[in-house]
């Protein structure tokens, strides 16, 4: 999808000088993808206490297999 937006210089400066990334497009896309997994993430944890756990699960039985 293309689209034009107005970045704040100093902050893409910022970002490009802490980032591997050489270009605009790329620093943006990769943003883009940590924005999701964070959201996706922080989703996960209003889940805690509302779901119920086997106690006799013993995930290090399960590694030995």
Known sequence: MRTNIVIDDQLMEEALKLSRYKTK??????ALEEFILNRKRRDLRELKGKVNFDEKYNYKELRNR
């Not at 497009?25 to 990769?30: A, F, V, W």
């Open 25 to 30: 497009k790329e620093l943006i896309h990769k």
